[in-house]
């Protein structure tokens, strides 16, 4: 197994194939960016990350499991490596949390990307003891480990 490691444009300035060639420069495999904030094309964003032998990562933030099937199967459409999701909202009940982890492992399945689900701040997975329960009754759910939203 190889190691892949990527970079966040998350606080990164300048035009987005300026920062992909520095992420490139710099060495990294890919990179992770959010859809909703950029304006171009899934075809010239694969055509940018091809054009500096990249690797993709997307993400998005959905806080209800209505959003998830719509958001998940556009996302696949960008061939990411994986997906990473700020998933559902710190208030849901866990019998809520639950279904959406349920509907959002169901929709993996379906498209055959790996989805993380990021370790934040005002999520479901924003404790790690939450986050340890959701481990326990989902084996097969994979999660995206920032761990700096749990340290005050």
Known sequence: MRLLVF??????????????????GAGYDGFELWPSQWTISRQEMQALA?????????????P??????????????FEPV???LHSGRDH???DEA????????RVEEKIGVPVGHET??????????????YLRQFPTLKI?????????
Do not use: C
């Open 82 to 84: 994986r997906i990473n």
């Open 144 to 152: 995206t480990a920032d761990y700096s939203h749990w340290v005050n």
């Open 120 to 133: 934040h701040r005002g999520r479901i997975l924003f404790t790690p003891w939450d986050t340890a329960y």
């Open 7 to 24: 970079r966040a444009l998350w606080g990164m300035t300048g035009p987005l194939a300026q920062q992909i060639e520095q992420v490139a």
């Open 98 to 105: 639950s279904a959406f982890f349920e509907e959002a492992l």
């Open 92 to 94: 849901m009940t866990r």
């Open 50 to 62: 091809a054009q500096f032998g990249q690797k993709l990562i997307v993400g998005a933030a959905l």
């Open 64 to 77: 209800t499991k209505a959003e998830l099937e719509p958001a998940l199967l556009a996302l696949a459409e």
